[in-house]
């Protein structure tokens, strides 16, 4: 059988992701009033924090342009509060504000109605299999990164 690009593993990963990324940003704005790149940096920083810049950007998905403007709107907002790292003055810690604790609270409520959303197309024993194969398909390519 010859090569078919739509049937190939990254072009439906894309696919999906492009698709739940838009899903995604519709469901932030709605919900929490935050763009997508802004939610994710929010929720990474609830999730992690403190976290420097260059964590963010790693667990947010993002490139460290798009965290530095994300996270320098969510400190404008008053979400997330900025302090210079005690062990390297040139860096930051991030943490999140009160205020910040309460939208991030709420995100993850988003996060985890519309990981149930994505999923919902599957039974019980299809979620535990699709949830083990990425784990080994996320450690293997990280192993190869």
């Known amino acids: 059988m010859p090569f078919s690009l739509d ?3 990254t072009h439906r990963l894309h696919t999906l992701s492009k698709i739940t990324d838009r899903q995604t940003q519709q469901a932030y704005q709605e919900a929490a009033g935050l763009p997508l790149g802004e ?3 929010l929720a990474a920083i609830g999730s992690f924090s403190p976290l420097s810049l260059n964590e963010v950007a790693h667990m947010a998905n993002v490139n460290k342009g798009q965290a530095s403007r994300a996270v320098q709107s969510l400190v404008d907002q008053g979400l997330v509060d900025k302090q210079v ?3 390297d003055a040139r ?3 991030l943490t999140l504000t009160e205020k910040g604790q309460a939208s991030w609270q709420h995100l993850m409520q988003v996060i985890a109605l519309r990981n149930e959303d994505i999923v919902a197309c599957l039974d019980d024993v299809q979620r535990a299999q699709l949830d083990a194969l990425l784990d080994v398909l996320v450690q293997h390519a990280r192993a190869s990164d």
């Open 85 to 87: 790292n005690a062990a």
């Open 39 to 41: 939610g994710r940096c």
């Open 7 to 9: 049937r190939s593993f």
């Open 91 to 93: 860096g930051v810690e």
